[in-house]
């Protein structure tokens, strides 16, 4: 039997048990049987709120899991991808019969995106490293990824920074000289080109297209870039916002064929703003799909809990299609490939979106200075001849 307390962090800061996770031994399948309940203390708070309207309602009882890792999603959630996994593995020094989600999430603590922590109180402290250490941190995390020594002091570091949830790409949480907390982007060793240049490029790209976007920099580390962006789940008064990503709320597992009318029904459904929401989701629909980015998946949009509900996060992980893979993985009505610009305007007025051709095509003219933006932050001619042919496709009247 394995006990995870759950504590939740508020915008203003304050701290408080919310609930607990109970799960019992895999079997020899690996499924395990879990369940939450939520804490009494936090159903009596004025301030308590479902942290999944969809499968966790406010209520005294019990909630079983019903998935192999006998947690409930939205708390796995909270967890790295790959690259991150390995690092709480060996943070945590966790054998083989322990590298569960539960107890990936006790090694996981306080260190991961979102108002959410594991543990106890000493084990929930939020762990960033200051940004001074970046180089130092860089250096430790090309050679863990590729599997090689890696010196207590450059692990030390790692342990500090920890890792943000989503992703396989190499990144840690950072603190600068003023206490501003950051996601930390490091290129990777098997990267086949330039993704931090072309990752900043695209999300300045997408600011002057009328996405909301978290600030970010893109920075040296000796002769490598380093792409900063600034966490928006942190609050001004150093409290956090609970995150739970759309994937959860769509409680899609595995393979998945929706797309985005099914992102808009969501926002209608649980968005706190929906006239704010469903136009910014419109222009981050018109934007994936006129740079190309195909990698659209469900975690890659998130909602966030404010003081009045839940409401759509800024945009991230925002790349044009670096892999050629073309097709996109959420769907535009029915098909994966770029739908053309009418059609997405006929999708985005379906959802109610006013003046949705007037913003596609804004949109679209600010996506054609594309080439003059990737070179001035640094992308090669070379480089952006590559990218052209599946970005200019799109751009065609």
Known sequence: MLKCDIWITFPDGDKAPCGTILCQDPDSRGWIEGAFRYASGYLNDPR????????????????????????HAVFEDCLPDDWGRRLLVRKADLERTRQSVPHLLLALGGS??????????????????????LPDILEAAL????????????????????SSPGGARPKVLVRDSDGILWIAKFPSTRDTQPMVPIEAAT?????????????????????????????????????????ISTQTLLRAEGWYNLGYTDLFSLMRKHSSRP???????FRQMVFNALIGNTDDHLKNFAMLHGS?????????????????????????????????????????????????????SQIRDVIRMWRDIYALFGVSTQ??????????KRLEP
Do not use: W
Not at 275 to 281: A, C, K, Q, R, T
Not at 336 to 353: C, D, N, Q, R, Y
Not at 383 to 392: D, N, R
């Open 143 to 162: 050679c863990f990824e590729q599997g090689k020594t890696v010196s207590d002091e450059g692990l030390r570091a790692l342990f500090r920074a920890g």
């Open 275 to 281: 006239e704010v929401d469903i136009p910014m989701l």
């Open 308 to 360: 009045n509900g839940f409401f759509l996060s800024p945009a991230y992980d925002l790349l044009p299609d670096t892999a050629q893979r073309r097709e996109h993985v959420l769907h535009f009505d029915y098909g994966h490939l770029f739908p053309g610009l009418e059609h997405l305007v006929h999708i985005g007025k379906t959802a109610g979106v006013k003046k949705a051709g007037e913003i596609a």
């Open 48 to 71: 308590a709120f479902s942290l999944d309207p969809e499968v966790l309602p406010l209520s005294s009882r019990e909630y079983p899991a019903k998935r192999s890792s006998g947690v």
């Open 383 to 392: 480089e952006i001849e590559q990218l052209s042919t599946g970005i200019e």
């Open 112 to 133: 991961g995106l979102g108002a959410l922590s594991f543990g106890s109180v000493e084990d929930n402290k939020i762990h960033s490293a200051e940004l001074v250490e």
């Open 203 to 243: 999300m300045e790209l997408a600011k002057s297209a009328g996405l909301d976007v978290p600030e970010t920099s893109m920075i040296a580390c000796g002769k490598r870039q380093v792409l900063l962006v600034r966490r928006f789940d942190v609050t001004t008064s150093g409290g956090r916002l609970h995150m």
